[in-house]
């Protein structure tokens, strides 16, 4: 292998850095799961508490996954290895890669229905303003065995094509150029949408909190949410802050990253509330409103289909960064723990996602009545990496910060050797990851498993 091949990647710039880092907190979770537990859990206080979680709970312990990763310049096993010679921590850095297997598998079934309906918007087939039709259209498409399963191998072979390219000249020049035009896009939906007639009831329904609603689980829903949307607690971060220069603040670029991803969920509310109110239909929806009650909406308002066509296309693309960085972390361990060739690793790890891919895919239509503890496929995988090795990942995560790693080593990273004056916020960190922010995620754990 020549020299510059072995030579690890690191991301250009850092712009590109923030690109690639926010489009993998970008995806699904700021237009599909976001509207829908919103919608579902009484609007603004939901809000309310997803933006503490996020700061609270999921700031730090990015910030600690990117030092991390930084820190050890591998992929999130070997990380965990050259931290910790020989002990079992790097059993954090497997269960990160399996659960991004996992979530590869139900992620591009649901991407791979965005591509498709970027095709039935064009062509106008999705164009309809009876809620019925729109949910005959859905189920059409997903109990198809064929249909599905084609978008499902077309968003991977995407994603392999620009993950084989490495990750400054894959990642960061595609995230680059995709996510303002995710923005500009999102922006001109909401200014269609708060131009609407009633267009307030919707706004007011997102902003005005209404305590009455909150509970327990809300609060856990809202820390769930937190997670998934930053891509936390499973080698995500881990693999990208190994690809950060060493002059990159941190603290700095994570607490960008987490507020832009804020703004795209709200611009994402904003785009879509307004419009469900001005035409009377139901907030509530749940995961259907992306797929059934966004088309039919946008179907009754004036210019209908243009802003069809914009909105699956923007969220095609929001899921081109997220898809990138679970890829990359399977990828990036394939590649470097077993050897093999970038290129064959990112096409080979294409098609073996391709066939994990496929129950879940098909357990939407003619795999339905298969249960794997008495839940489908796509659930099962959802189930377990999104409500179990999530979790437990990003608690691992902490503990060993908090309890393994030297804790002068962390703060001396994420002071950039001492360039930076931040060492206070390294020793909260590391503070935090001690105590609180696994007990939080022991809570939400407990929860995923419906034990309270
Ligand atoms: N953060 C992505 C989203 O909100 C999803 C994701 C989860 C991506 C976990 C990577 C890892 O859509």
């Given at each position: 292998m020549s020299k510059q091949l072995s030579a690890r990647d690191v991301f250009a710039s850092r712009l590109g850095i923030l690109a690639a880092t926010l489009g993998s907190a970008v995806g699904l979770g700021n237009i599909w799961k976001f509207p829908a537990l919103t919608g579902q859990n009484g609007g603004a206080s939901f809000l309310l508490l997803y933006v503490l979680a996020t700061l609270i709970v999921g700031l730090p312990v990015m910030i600690a996954e990117l030092t991390l990763g930084r820190t050890a310049r591998a992929n999130s096993v070997s990380t965990f290895r050259k931290l910790a010679p020989g002990t079992a921590w790097w059993l954090i850095g497997l269960s990160g890669v399996t659960s991004a297997i996992l979530i590869l598998g139900f992620y591009t079934d649901v991407a791979g229905w965005v591509l498709d309906y970027i095709v039935k918007s064009v062509s106008g087939?999705?164009?309809?303003?009876?809620p019925a039709a729109a949910k005959l259209i859905f189920d059409g498409m997903v109990t198809s065995p064929i249909e599905p399963v084609i978008w499902q191998w077309v968003m991977l072979g995407i994603a392999a094509v620009i993950i084989s390219k490495g990750a400054s000249k894959g990642i960061e020049k595609v995230t680059r150029v995709l996510l303002p035009m995710l923005f500009v896009l999102l922006i001109v939906v909401c200014i269609r949408s708060v131009t609407l007639p009633n267009a307030s009831e919707g706004l007011r329904f997102l902003f005005m909190p209404d305590f009455s609603r909150v509970d327990g689980t809300v609060v856990l829903t809202a820390l769930g949410l937190a997670f998934f949307k930053l891509s936390l607690g499973m080698s995500i971060m881990l693999t990208y802050g190994s690809y950060f220069?060493?002059?990159?603040?941190i603290p700095f670029m994570a607490t960008r990253v987490v507020i832009l991803d804020l703004i795209v969920s709200m611009l994402a509310g904003v785009a879509i509330f307004p419009a469900v109110f001005a035409f009377g239909f139901e907030p509530t929806a749940g995961p259907s409103l992306l797929f059934m009650t966004i088309p039919a909406v946008f179907a009754s308002m004036p210019g209908g289909y243009y802003f069809t066509v914009i909105f699956f296309f923007l969220s095609g693309i929001a899921t081109v960064g997220a898809i990138l960085s679970l890829m990359e972390a399977v990828v990036a361990y394939v590649s470097e723990g077993l050897s093999i060739d970038r290129r064959i690793a990112a096409f080979g790890t294409a098609i073996f996602l391709g066939l994990i891919g496929l129950p879940a895919t098909l357990s939407t239509g003619v795999w339905a009545h298969i249960k794997m503890f008495g839940m489908t496929f796509f659930d099962f995988y959802d189930f377990l990496s999104s409500n179990l090795l999530m979790p437990i990942g990003g608690m691992a995560t902490c503990l060993f910060i908090g309890y393994v790693l030297n804790k002068e080593t962390f703060v001396n990273a994420l002071s950039n050797n001492g360039a930076l004056n931040n060492q206070w916020l390294g020793r909260g960190i590391v503070s935090l990851c001690r105590f609180v922010t696994p007990a939080l995620i022991l809570v939400i754990l407990l929860q995923g498993l419906n034990i309270f």
């Open positions: 087939s999705v164009t309809t303003t009876d220069r060493d002059d990159v603040n």
